[in-house]
């Protein structure tokens, strides 16, 4: 069955104190690794996708990488305002279409 | 600007009430989809569609019923709702050739 889990489920940082979250993942095939970022109230927003083992997308202060069996999505110097929910998904090859399994997702605060 | 909606954004109704709740995008995807999210379970996908009159079923179905008769709309019909479909309801949709899920701002349901 395809899994996802993310680790930790509560992350509490200072700003500027870098770290990192995981994202194990198991399927038959990977097809592609989503990660979305979700504040309160609202939809994931769409941050990156990886799609091979040893990729690595950047974006301002977040960087995600992927293994065969897990990614990490790292922060460097976060500041208050990364402060939300972090999800990872996975989609099969051949699964359709577009689904998207999800973890349950690492809630980042970020204190001044 | 690209844009999926919901409507309505919340709703507090009563068992065997029928309602709908529609998503529309703005973005000419073929790809649509539900998901409805539950503290500890994540993200679950309900039903999909993956073009006009194309529409199947995700890992939660029951209970729920969706229609697919223009590209832009995809409204998701509770017949007869009860208590535990009390969640928060996400529509997306998919652009294929980035493989990039935009999702709508949500729909909290209450079921009394």
């Known amino acids: 069955e395809d899994q996802v889990t993310q680790s930790p489920e509560a992350l509490r940082l200072q700003e500027g104190e870098s770290s990192s979250l995981n994202c194990s993942y198991t399927?038959?095939?990977?097809?592609?690794l989503f990660w979305y970022r979700q504040d309160p109230g609202k939809g994931p927003e769409f941050l990156f996708t990886l799609y091979s083992a040893g990729e690595e997308k950047e974006k301002e202060r977040l960087k995600a990488t992927l293994t065969k069996k897990e990614s990490f999505l790292h922060i460097t110097a976060p500041k208050p305002e990364d402060s939300a929910t972090y999800l990872c998904?996975?989609?099969?090859?051949?699964?359709?279409?577009?689904?998207?399994?999800f973890g349950q997702g690492t809630e980042l605060s970020v204190k001044p | 600007e690209a844009q999926v909606t919901q409507n309505p954004r919340y709703l507090i109704t009563v068992t065997g009430k029928k309602l709908t709740v529609t998503c529309s995008q703005n973005?000419?995807?073929?790809?649509m989809s539900w998901y409805r999210q539950d503290p500890g379970l994540g993200l679950r996908q309900i039903y999909y569609s993956m073009n006009v009159e194309v529409t199947d079923k995700g890992d939660v179905p029951e209970g729920y019923k969706v229609s697919r008769k223009e590209k832009r709309n995809f409204p998701l019909i509770l017949e007869s709702p009860s208590p535990n479909q009390t969640s928060l309801y996400f529509c997306?949709?998919?652009?294929?050739?980035?493989?990039?899920?935009?999702f709508g701002p949500g729909t909290r349901l209450t079921v009394l």
């Open positions: 997306a949709s998919l652009a294929y050739h980035t493989d990039t899920q935009y």
């Open positions: 998904a996975v989609q099969a090859h051949g699964n359709q279409g577009g689904k998207l399994i």
């Open positions: 973005m000419n995807h073929e790809y």
């Open positions: 399927v038959s095939g990977l097809r592609g």
